[in-house]
Protein backbone atom coordinates (compact mmCIF):
# COMPACT_ATOMS: atom_id res chain seq x y z
CA UNK A 1 0.00 0.00 0.00
CA UNK A 2 1.16 3.65 -0.94
CA UNK A 3 2.83 5.64 1.51
CA UNK A 4 1.64 9.33 -0.01
CA UNK A 5 -0.65 11.01 1.90
CA UNK A 6 -4.77 10.48 1.64
CA UNK A 7 -7.03 13.02 1.76
CA UNK A 8 -10.49 12.66 2.86
CA UNK A 9 -13.79 14.59 0.59
CA UNK A 10 -17.06 14.71 2.28
CA UNK A 11 -19.85 16.81 0.71
CA UNK A 12 -22.76 17.78 1.81
CA UNK A 13 -25.90 19.72 -0.02
CA UNK A 14 -29.05 21.15 1.42
CA UNK A 15 -31.83 23.41 0.72
CA UNK A 16 -33.71 26.05 2.02
CA UNK A 17 -30.28 26.89 4.72
CA UNK A 18 -27.78 24.65 6.03
CA UNK A 19 -28.69 21.41 7.28
CA UNK A 20 -27.92 22.74 10.71
CA UNK A 21 -30.24 25.97 9.97
CA UNK A 22 -33.14 23.55 8.91
CA UNK A 23 -32.00 23.09 5.37
CA UNK A 24 -33.66 20.45 3.65
CA UNK A 25 -30.93 17.19 3.15
CA UNK A 26 -30.29 17.06 -0.77
CA UNK A 27 -27.27 14.73 -0.95
CA UNK A 28 -24.14 13.86 0.58
CA UNK A 29 -20.86 12.06 -0.73
CA UNK A 30 -17.49 10.63 0.87
CA UNK A 31 -14.35 10.34 -0.90
CA UNK A 32 -10.80 9.22 0.17
CA UNK A 33 -8.31 9.74 -2.57
CA UNK A 34 -4.20 11.13 -3.16
CA UNK A 35 -3.33 14.46 -3.77
CA UNK A 36 -3.17 14.71 -7.67
CA UNK A 37 -7.01 13.40 -7.16
CA UNK A 38 -8.18 15.72 -5.55
CA UNK A 39 -9.30 18.25 -8.10
CA UNK A 40 -11.41 15.72 -9.71
CA UNK A 41 -13.19 14.43 -7.11
CA UNK A 42 -14.39 17.50 -5.88
CA UNK A 43 -15.48 17.99 -9.09
CA UNK A 44 -17.36 14.81 -8.96
CA UNK A 45 -18.71 15.72 -5.63
CA UNK A 46 -19.98 19.18 -6.62
CA UNK A 47 -21.73 17.61 -9.49
CA UNK A 48 -23.48 15.22 -7.31
CA UNK A 49 -24.68 17.89 -5.15
CA UNK A 50 -25.91 20.38 -7.99
CA UNK A 51 -27.64 17.33 -10.18
CA UNK A 52 -29.62 16.27 -7.52
CA UNK A 53 -33.74 14.69 -7.54
CA UNK A 54 -34.02 15.72 -4.18
CA UNK A 55 -34.03 19.13 -5.09
CA UNK A 56 -31.75 22.03 -6.26
CA UNK A 57 -29.60 22.81 -3.14
CA UNK A 58 -28.48 26.25 -2.17
CA UNK A 59 -25.78 25.06 0.49
CA UNK A 60 -22.68 23.12 -0.37
CA UNK A 61 -20.49 22.31 2.46
CA UNK A 62 -17.42 20.76 1.41
CA UNK A 63 -14.41 19.54 4.06
CA UNK A 64 -10.60 18.11 2.76
CA UNK A 65 -8.84 16.22 5.45
CA UNK A 66 -5.33 14.87 5.25
CA UNK A 67 -5.60 11.07 6.83
CA UNK A 68 -2.68 9.34 7.86
CA UNK A 69 -2.66 6.51 5.21
CA UNK A 70 -0.31 4.18 8.04
CA UNK A 71 -4.28 3.70 9.86
CA UNK A 72 -5.71 2.34 6.64
CA UNK A 73 -7.29 -1.13 6.71
CA UNK A 74 -7.92 -2.88 3.67
CA UNK A 75 -11.17 -4.70 2.96
CA UNK A 76 -13.02 -7.08 0.13
CA UNK A 77 -16.12 -5.56 -1.03
CA UNK A 78 -18.88 -7.53 0.01
CA UNK A 79 -19.98 -10.57 -2.17
CA UNK A 80 -23.65 -9.21 -4.44
CA UNK A 81 -26.95 -10.75 -4.57
CA UNK A 82 -30.35 -9.09 -5.58
CA UNK A 83 -33.67 -10.21 -4.92
CA UNK A 84 -36.24 -9.60 -7.83
CA UNK A 85 -39.30 -8.31 -5.76
CA UNK A 86 -42.62 -6.79 -7.31
CA UNK A 87 -43.46 -3.67 -5.22
CA UNK A 88 -41.83 -2.00 -1.88
CA UNK A 89 -44.37 -3.84 0.38
CA UNK A 90 -42.56 -7.38 -0.83
CA UNK A 91 -39.33 -5.75 -0.80
CA UNK A 92 -39.78 -4.77 2.78
CA UNK A 93 -40.76 -8.19 3.65
CA UNK A 94 -38.01 -9.46 2.16
CA UNK A 95 -35.66 -7.23 4.03
CA UNK A 96 -37.07 -8.52 7.06
CA UNK A 97 -36.53 -12.29 6.18
CA UNK A 98 -33.30 -11.31 5.53
CA UNK A 99 -32.36 -9.67 9.02
CA UNK A 100 -34.41 -12.50 10.85
CA UNK A 101 -31.97 -14.87 9.31
CA UNK A 102 -28.74 -12.16 10.53
CA UNK A 103 -30.82 -12.69 14.39
CA UNK A 104 -32.28 -9.07 14.62
CA UNK A 105 -34.90 -8.99 16.51
CA UNK A 106 -38.20 -8.51 15.84
CA UNK A 107 -38.99 -5.31 17.30
CA UNK A 108 -35.62 -4.03 15.86
CA UNK A 109 -37.05 -4.56 12.56
CA UNK A 110 -40.51 -2.73 12.82
CA UNK A 111 -38.26 0.07 14.44
CA UNK A 112 -35.85 0.53 11.17
CA UNK A 113 -38.75 -0.26 8.72
CA UNK A 114 -40.79 2.67 10.54
CA UNK A 115 -38.33 4.80 10.79
CA UNK A 116 -36.72 4.77 7.38
CA UNK A 117 -40.27 4.76 6.18
CA UNK A 118 -40.85 7.72 7.84
CA UNK A 119 -38.03 10.25 7.77
CA UNK A 120 -37.08 12.17 4.97
CA UNK A 121 -34.51 14.36 6.25
CA UNK A 122 -31.76 12.02 7.86
CA UNK A 123 -28.35 13.11 6.50
CA UNK A 124 -26.34 10.17 8.29
CA UNK A 125 -27.08 6.54 9.60
CA UNK A 126 -29.51 5.52 12.74
CA UNK A 127 -27.83 2.92 15.28
CA UNK A 128 -30.51 0.37 16.44
CA UNK A 129 -29.42 -2.08 19.07
CA UNK A 130 -30.49 -5.49 17.55
CA UNK A 131 -32.02 -6.81 20.03
CA UNK A 132 -34.34 -4.09 22.01
CA UNK A 133 -34.70 -2.15 19.06
CA UNK A 134 -34.01 0.93 21.25
CA UNK A 135 -32.08 4.16 19.17
CA UNK A 136 -28.06 4.09 20.73
CA UNK A 137 -27.63 7.57 19.41
CA UNK A 138 -27.76 10.55 19.85
CA UNK A 139 -27.45 12.51 16.87
CA UNK A 140 -31.05 13.40 15.69
CA UNK A 141 -31.58 13.96 11.83
CA UNK A 142 -27.93 14.41 11.66
CA UNK A 143 -27.19 10.47 12.02
CA UNK A 144 -23.75 8.82 11.94
CA UNK A 145 -21.84 9.72 9.04
CA UNK A 146 -19.84 6.62 7.33
CA UNK A 147 -16.56 8.14 5.65
CA UNK A 148 -13.28 8.07 5.07
CA UNK A 149 -13.21 4.82 2.78
CA UNK A 150 -13.59 4.36 -0.95
CA UNK A 151 -12.33 1.56 -3.29
CA UNK A 152 -8.89 1.29 -4.54
CA UNK A 153 -8.80 2.18 -8.11
CA UNK A 154 -7.53 -0.69 -10.12
CA UNK A 155 -9.37 -2.99 -7.54
CA UNK A 156 -13.19 -1.43 -8.69
CA UNK A 157 -11.78 -1.41 -12.07
CA UNK A 158 -11.34 -5.17 -12.12
CA UNK A 159 -14.66 -5.31 -9.84
CA UNK A 160 -16.71 -3.31 -12.40
CA UNK A 161 -15.65 -5.78 -15.20
CA UNK A 162 -17.15 -9.13 -13.40
CA UNK A 163 -20.08 -7.12 -12.58
CA UNK A 164 -20.84 -5.24 -15.68
CA UNK A 165 -24.75 -4.83 -14.41
CA UNK A 166 -23.46 -2.67 -11.66
CA UNK A 167 -21.68 0.24 -13.18
CA UNK A 168 -23.46 2.72 -11.12
CA UNK A 169 -21.29 5.33 -9.19
CA UNK A 170 -23.80 4.92 -7.06
CA UNK A 171 -23.70 1.58 -6.09
CA UNK A 172 -19.50 1.45 -6.23
CA UNK A 173 -20.57 3.88 -3.18
CA UNK A 174 -23.17 2.30 -1.47
CA UNK A 175 -20.99 -1.24 -1.71
CA UNK A 176 -18.30 0.87 0.01
CA UNK A 177 -19.60 2.17 3.14
CA UNK A 178 -21.67 -1.41 3.62
CA UNK A 179 -18.41 -3.23 3.15
CA UNK A 180 -16.74 -0.85 6.11
CA UNK A 181 -19.78 -0.99 7.93
CA UNK A 182 -20.37 -4.86 7.99
CA UNK A 183 -16.83 -5.23 9.37
CA UNK A 184 -16.79 -2.59 11.80
CA UNK A 185 -16.99 -4.93 15.37
CA UNK A 186 -20.00 -4.35 16.33
CA UNK A 187 -22.49 -4.44 13.52
CA UNK A 188 -25.24 -7.04 12.81
CA UNK A 189 -26.49 -5.74 10.18
CA UNK A 190 -27.71 -2.27 7.89
CA UNK A 191 -30.79 -1.58 6.54
CA UNK A 192 -30.65 1.02 3.33
CA UNK A 193 -33.45 1.98 0.73
CA UNK A 194 -31.72 5.62 -0.90
CA UNK A 195 -33.97 9.58 0.16
CA UNK A 196 -33.96 9.82 -3.58
CA UNK A 197 -37.37 9.99 -4.57
CA UNK A 198 -36.26 8.45 -8.06
CA UNK A 199 -33.95 5.58 -6.87
CA UNK A 200 -36.04 2.79 -5.27
CA UNK A 201 -33.66 -0.07 -4.62
CA UNK A 202 -32.18 -0.55 -1.59
CA UNK A 203 -29.99 -3.43 0.25
CA UNK A 204 -29.31 -5.60 3.70
CA UNK A 205 -25.69 -5.49 4.24
CA UNK A 206 -23.93 -7.95 6.61
CA UNK A 207 -20.60 -9.99 6.66
CA UNK A 208 -22.70 -13.15 6.72
CA UNK A 209 -24.78 -12.55 4.15
CA UNK A 210 -22.86 -9.72 1.75
CA UNK A 211 -24.98 -6.93 0.11
CA UNK A 212 -28.66 -8.22 -0.85
CA UNK A 213 -29.87 -5.74 -3.26
CA UNK A 214 -33.61 -5.87 -3.07
CA UNK A 215 -34.78 -4.04 -6.12
CA UNK A 216 -37.69 -2.15 -4.66
CA UNK A 217 -38.09 -0.96 -1.07
CA UNK A 218 -40.19 2.34 -1.44
CA UNK A 219 -42.03 3.37 -4.32
CA UNK A 220 -41.34 6.04 -6.96
CA UNK A 221 -41.80 9.79 -5.48
CA UNK A 222 -40.92 9.06 -2.24
CA UNK A 223 -38.78 11.26 -0.46
CA UNK A 224 -38.35 8.74 2.66
CA UNK A 225 -34.64 6.69 3.69
CA UNK A 226 -31.49 6.12 4.53
CA UNK A 227 -29.89 3.99 6.86
CA UNK A 228 -30.06 2.06 10.01
CA UNK A 229 -27.15 -0.09 11.40
CA UNK A 230 -28.41 -2.59 13.72
CA UNK A 231 -25.86 -3.11 16.22
CA UNK A 232 -24.69 -5.90 19.05
CA UNK A 233 -26.03 -5.26 22.08
CA UNK A 234 -22.85 -4.04 24.63
CA UNK A 235 -21.11 -2.53 22.12
CA UNK A 236 -19.33 1.00 23.25
CA UNK A 237 -21.16 3.03 20.86
CA UNK A 238 -18.30 6.30 21.38
CA UNK A 239 -16.27 3.93 19.90
CA UNK A 240 -18.11 2.42 17.55
CA UNK A 241 -18.88 5.48 15.87
CA UNK A 242 -15.32 6.59 16.06
CA UNK A 243 -14.73 3.88 14.14
CA UNK A 244 -17.40 4.44 11.31
CA UNK A 245 -16.06 8.21 10.97
CA UNK A 246 -12.44 8.40 11.26
CA UNK A 247 -10.74 4.51 10.28
CA UNK A 248 -9.75 4.73 6.49
CA UNK A 249 -10.72 1.88 4.56
CA UNK A 250 -9.57 0.72 1.50
CA UNK A 251 -11.76 -1.34 -0.63
CA UNK A 252 -9.18 -3.66 -2.17
C1 LIG B 1 -28.22 5.82 -1.98
O1 LIG B 1 -28.38 6.12 -3.15
O2 LIG B 1 -28.12 6.66 -1.10
C2 LIG B 1 -28.18 4.39 -1.55
C3 LIG B 1 -28.41 3.43 -2.66
C4 LIG B 1 -28.46 2.01 -2.18
C5 LIG B 1 -28.71 0.96 -3.23
C6 LIG B 1 -27.74 0.95 -4.36
C7 LIG B 1 -27.91 -0.28 -5.24
O3 LIG B 1 -27.32 -1.33 -4.92
O4 LIG B 1 -28.61 -0.21 -6.25
MG1 LIG C 1 -28.68 10.17 -1.38
MG1 LIG D 1 -23.47 8.82 1.07
MG1 LIG E 1 -28.39 10.51 2.35
Known sequence: MSKEPLYSLRMRAAQGGAHEEGGLHISGGERLGFRDEIEALVSGLLRKALQHSRG???????????????????????????????????????????????????????????????????RGAVLLDSRSG??????????????????????????????????????????????KVAYAPGTVAELCWSDDPEYVTGYVGSRRSGYCRITRLKEQGDFSGGRVFFVEPGTFISEYIVHLERTPVWIG
Not at 64 to 75: D, T
Not at 143 to 148: N, Q
Request: hydrophobic share 40%.
Open 56 to 122: DADFINLTIEKVEPASCRVLSPLPVSTYEVADAEEGRRQAAVLLRELSVSEQAIRNALCLLGSVNNL
Open 134 to 179: ERLDTRGERGIRVSRMDWDRERYLYWQNQHPLFGSPRIAEAIALAT
